[in-house]
């Protein structure tokens, strides 16, 4: 299934338990010798939620949130009769979240998902950086000049604005940031430009995964850190343009929105 181009391979683990996603998420996701996709997801019950959510990167790290992941997980529940809700909640590492569905000749085709509450705070992101927020901070990678506005969506994300993200070398300017000192749990970077007041262009570095088609959290950290900086207004709909397709993110007072598509690709089994 796919959310933006974003891939994942969904295992429904309600009456079954994988005793080592970290491996089975590196032999799968491989594109030439697996499945191929930017990572599984482990589809379990919940005893605080109608369903649990487990992401492991290509690499086998385990993600505390995934955007686009959670909403193909709601589209899997409720297109297989697993929970027939239109509003359903679903259990990550980084808290229940809620999810709101619409439905297309009976089948999922849009997913809203509360996100919840954008974190600001530097060591909770986290950062090694001192004080209460990071936005426009001036950073040099690979001796170059660059300024980052630091956002948690669960994930830890480093937003950078700049003119033009097409040209932009980023296997390598992705890993330089992935691995600086700066962020004891690495990071994933946006590189994004501002076409206007409701509409973002991005592209994206996932830690663990490298450049995909698009991040759902990522593109609530982009839409945060425009508003922070006073390019979008918050409390209205930013259209993310992504890669893979398009997001929308609405920055309200209490929580972050994100908007967007979820689409199965096929089903089948491996041997593993």
Same mark, same amino acid.
């Given at each position: ?87 359903? !909640? ?21 997913? !809203? ?30 001796? !170059? ?47 994004? !430009? ?79």
């Amino acid at each position: 299934m796919h959310g933006c181009g974003n891939d994942y391979i969904y295992i429904n683990c309600f009456d079954r338990e994988i005793d080592n996603p970290e491996k089975l998420a590196v032999a799968l996701s491989d594109r030439h010798f697996g499945i191929g996709g930017d990572g599984i997801v482990l589809i379990l019950r919940s005893e605080a939620a109608d369903a649990k959510m487990r992401m492991f990167n290509l690499d086998g790290s385990e993600g505390k949130m995934c955007g686009n992941a959670i909403r193909c997980v709601a589209k899997y529940l409720y297109d297989n009769g697993m929970v027939r809700k239109a509003e359903m !909640k679903v259990e990550t590492l980084s808290g229940v979240k809620t999810l709101k569905i619409n439905t297309q000749n009976g089948l999922v085709s849009t997913v !809203k998902v509360d996100m919840g509450k954008a974190e600001l705070e530097p060591s909770k992101i986290p950062v090694n950086l001192p004080g209460t927020r990071i936005v426009d901070y001036p950073l040099v990678i690979d001796g !170059k000049p660059f300024r980052i506005t630091c956002v948690s969506m669960g994930n830890p994300h480093a937003v950078v604005f700049c003119d033009d993200v097409d040209s932009l070398e980023l296997t390598k300017l992705g890993l330089m940031f992935e691995y600086s000192e700066m962020f004891p749990e690495r990071v994933n970077i946006e590189f994004v !430009k501002i076409i206007d007041k409701r509409i973002l262009k991005m592209r994206v570095w996932e830690r663990g995964s490298g450049e995909t088609l698009a991040c759902g959290t990522g593109a609530c950290a982009a839409a945060v850190a425009a508003v922070i900086n006073g390019y979008c207004s918050k409390g209205e709909d930013i259209h993310i343009l992504l890669s893979g397709g398009e997001l929308i993110v609405n920055y309200t007072e209490n929580t972050v929105l994100m908007t967007g598509g979820c689409a199965k690709v096929f089903e089948g089994v491996v041997e593993i």
